[in-house]
């Protein structure tokens, strides 16, 4: 029977109550007293150095408070990267400035030149109008091959050349490997692009600066997902403000998908102008120039060998990839196309030999950085595809093939550094096998061609190394930052528990699962747990919500201050009920003595804890109130097994999805109901990958994909009615809640099954095709069928 509160329950959001209702607060509902507008002027050229900015008759229009130019910010830091690569000679990675307005040069299309602060947005757009820009244009660099050939125009002229860094990984595999696929029975090499996506979050950024001229403090308003990251990076490394100076709020974020995790210059000069004018700056972003200043994702373009012995057993896997960091490196942009790309070429299988370089290159567009997945739906879209091409060209089941090679036994130690705990993959494509009844799919393609249409299945597996960790280990990597998370939990006098925690929710759904497993811990109403986040003046300091690490790390920090609550607890109850600690157990909110009828419930003592009447106050200070910081032993890996079936329109090359299955396992569940909640948008947003989204640039650096005219997101009728199965759990074995992490597995394992299914429909209709670069449109793949 299914649970009807706590740990495994399907509990109805709670937060989804104001958010219906039009009751929620986001940045852009926040309007403070005296509130000043900010408009951006932005570079309309890819490339170009500023010879003059004349700022004079803007200046004097109606409503002007100031303008700012990059000549305001000499002497303040530039936005810090927070992760160092090294290259394959052990040399860091080239690290240019990033200026808040740009200084001597531009060097994309929205890169913010000046901006001005006016008493309504209007005026404030008036005005940037009005500032006359002198640019000299130059060549701009967008194709990553050209950029790094001998005389590609520079795109930061303190550079030797465009490449940030050129990183092997394992380096003492490389001559290996090189041997293993020279030597191979069979060697098959798939050339391929993963496009570069914007996030397209529901709600745009915002930030709003506000400065106390009596205290000397400032306060961020902003759209993130890790304010505590903000406050740090911006404080420290850009304003020179002190920490406790410094206050970072994130209210209600309508979605992230990693856009959202990383610090951007709109926020430090929101809070910057704010001190400067004495009065609150506010800036909301247009979803046009969000096309132009949010980070994209993905954009790699790749080379991958799978080589395999007479047997058909994996024996060795090369890459080679050029991963586009952009014009500036964003956040954490070092690290998604190699510690967590490069570490996950394993996949699901036990492939001795792999050898993994990565070329990082700058060019003249917007930066890159993570975006749901970050990496690891790059590796499996390689592997994925390279795997389903070898079925082919061998003329065997592709299924089959994936099971031979299948990792079976765990703990297993990959070739990429990472071990994989525990895992059953097996189960997982059984699963998929009951779901999508693969037997009849031949008399499903037979009916399909008489309505004139080729139909085509497509099945791959996945897995992922998610609630990034441990600090000391990331730390080596070249992380700038710990990756633990952390919780205090206070218990109020009449039982009710404030839980306040680094993790931030931007639609995850915390405020209820967090709340579960605190309330399933002490066996209480989950309506008597509140969960707090968001703001750095009170919670503890947190790394936020990326990667699928909310309940891996941020629940386990939970867990261990919940325990640390129920320890002290059953001291007062021992006292209350003179019994000896040892004996006190705590069940359905009641604490008992082992073996006899005493009790007293739970509200009772926490009564006692702030009414100190009856317990020794030597022995046990008053008050209920814990605080944990948890860093994780390890990553947690999520897996799975995902099939799509497809329809092609032979006449058109339109391509509709029939059916979409998922098999995961995502280890222990707090929630089912959430967990559906986050495979289906992340299936949604891999559908919309492989068939319709693509950032496009031309040769000049101009984005030709700045509004949903051009950029084409999936609509309702483009997605099917998904199966969807988690009952394949192994529980992660290094986590107090034995979970795994679900919130970006939709979004990894979608595309390739999609893709493989366009190609099986292709194959199957006649036409020898080896593989179409998403998206797949209509155009694209009827130019496939046409040789």
């Not at 972003?285 to 994702?297: C, P, V, Y």
């Not at 942009?333 to 190699?338: K, Q």
């Not at 059953?570 to 019994?579: D, F, P, Q, V």
């Not at 640039?697 to 009728?717: T, V, W």
Request: overall charge negative; some cysteine; glycine content about 10%.
């Amino acid at each position: 029977m299914p649970k009807d509160s706590g740990i495994g329950a399907a509990s109805k959001r709670r937060e989804d109550l104001r958010f219906l209702t039009g009751g929620g607060r986001y940045t852009d509902d926040i309007n403070l007293n005296g509130q000043a507008y900010v408009y951006f002027l932005r570079s309309d050229v890819a490339h170009g150095r500023i010879k003059s900015i004349d700022t004079k008759a803007a200046s004097a229009m109606p409503g002007v408070v100031r303008i700012f130019t990059g000549a305001d910010f000499e002497g303040v830091g530039t936005i810090p990267c927070g992760w160092q690569v090294t290259d394959r000679e052990g040399n860091p990675m080239k690290e240019p400035a990033h200026p808040i307005l740009a200084q001597g040069k531009v060097r994309h299309v929205g890169d913010p030149i000046a901006a001005v602060v006016a008493e309504s947005q209007a005026a404030a757009r008036d005005a940037a109008e009005a500032i006359e820009v002198d640019i000299e244009e130059l060549p701009a660099v967008i194709d990553m091959k050209k950029a790094v050939a001998a005389g590609a125009p520079k795109v930061h002229d303190d550079l030797a050349d465009n490449l940030c860094y050129d990183w092997g990984f394992v380096e003492d595999n490389r001559a290996a490997v090189d041997e293993a696929i020279k030597n191979a029975a069979h060697v098959t090499t798939l050339e391929l692009v993963n496009q570069r996506l914007a996030p397209n979050a529901m709600e745009p950024r915002v930030a709003v600066g506000d400065y106390n001229k009596g205290t000397d403090e400032s306060t961020l308003y902003t759209t993130s997902q890790n304010p505590h990251v903000i406050r740090l990076l911006m404080g420290a490394f850009v304003l020179g403000i002190p920490e406790h100076k410094l206050r970072v709020i994130a209210p209600d974020v309508g979605g992230g998908f990693g856009s959202k995790i990383f610090h951007y210059a709109e926020e430090a000069f929101c809070t910057f102008a704010a001190k400067a004018i004495k009065r609150p700056v506010k800036w909301t972003s247009s979803r046009s120039e969000a096309f132009m200043s949010d980070a994209h994702g993905r954009d790699h373009v790749t080379k991958i060998e799978l080589a395999l012995d007479k047997d058909n057993n994996f024996t060795a896997i090369r890459t080679e990839t050029y991963a586009n960091m952009g014009a500036y490196l964003s956040t954490f942009a070092p690290s998604v196309p190699t510690w967590l790309h490069g570490t996950l070429m394993a996949g699901n299988y036990k492939t001795p030999l792999i050898y993994v370089n990565v070329k990082a290159v700058f060019t003249n567009t917007v930066p890159v950085d993570a975006y749901r997945g970050a990496g690891r739906p790059e590796a499996t879209f390689q592997l994925e595809r390279v795997i389903d091409k070898a079925a082919r060209e061998l003329g065997v089941d592709p299924v089959e093939l994936r099971r031979q090679n299948f990792v079976t036994e765990f703990p297993y130690q990959t070739p990429v550094a990472v071990q994989y705990d525990t895992g059953d993959y097996n189960a997982t494509m059984d699963k998929l096998m009951e779901m999508i009844d693969r037997k009849g799919f031949d008399a499903r393609a037979a009916e399909a061609k008489k309505r004139g249409k080729l139909r085509g299945l497509g099945i791959n597996s996945y897995i992922e190394a998610c609630g990034i960790a441990p600090s000391q280990l990331v730390g080596q990597l070249g992380a700038r930052a710990g990756l633990y998370e952390s919780a205090t939990v206070r218990v109020n006098a009449t039982g009710g528990l404030v839980v306040m925690t680094g993790s931030h929710s931007h639609g995850q759904g915390h405020e209820t699962s967090f709340a579960q497993v605190v309330a399933d811990m002490i066996g209480i109403d989950e309506n008597m747990v509140e969960i707090v986040h968001g703001d750095t003046a009170n919670t503890p300091m947190g790394m936020g919500t990326y990667g699928s690490r909310s309940l891996a790390v941020g629940g386990s920090a939970m867990v261990r201050a919940t325990e640390k609550i129920i320890a002290k607890a059953k001291k007062i109850a021992a006292h209350l009920m003179e019994a000896s600690e040892a004996d006190i157990e705590l069940k359905d909110g009641q604490f008992s003595v082992a073996g006899t009828d005493k009790s007293v419930a739970w509200g009772d003592v926490t009564l006692a804890a702030y009414v100190p009447h009856n317990y020794p106050l030597d022995e046990i200070e008053p008050g209920l109130e814990e605080t944990a910081f948890y860093d994780p032993s390890n990553f947690t890996y999520p897996a799975g097994a995902y099939a799509c079936e497809v329809e092609v329109d032979p006449e058109t090359g339109k391509v509709e999805i029939m059916a979409f299955a998922a098999a995961d396992d995502f280890g222990n569940i707090v929630n089912p109901m959430i967990v559906d909640g986050q495979v289906h948008g992340g299936i949604g947003q891999g559908i919309g990958q492989a068939l319709l989204e693509g950032v496009s640039y031309d040769e000049n650096g101009q984005i030709l994909s700045a509004s949903y005219m051009d950029y084409a997101m999936p609509r309702a009728d483009d997605l099917p009615f998904y199966k969807v199965d988690h009952s394949c759990q192994t529980p992660c074995t290094h986590n107090p809640l034995g979970v795994k992490g679900c919130g970006e597995a939709g979004a990894i394992g979608s595309p390739p099954a999609v893709v493989n299914a366009v190609v099986d429909a292709l194959n199957r209709g006649g036409h020898a095709v080896t593989h179409i670069d998403m998206p797949l449109s209509p155009h694209r793949v009827w130019q496939a069928m046409q040789g």
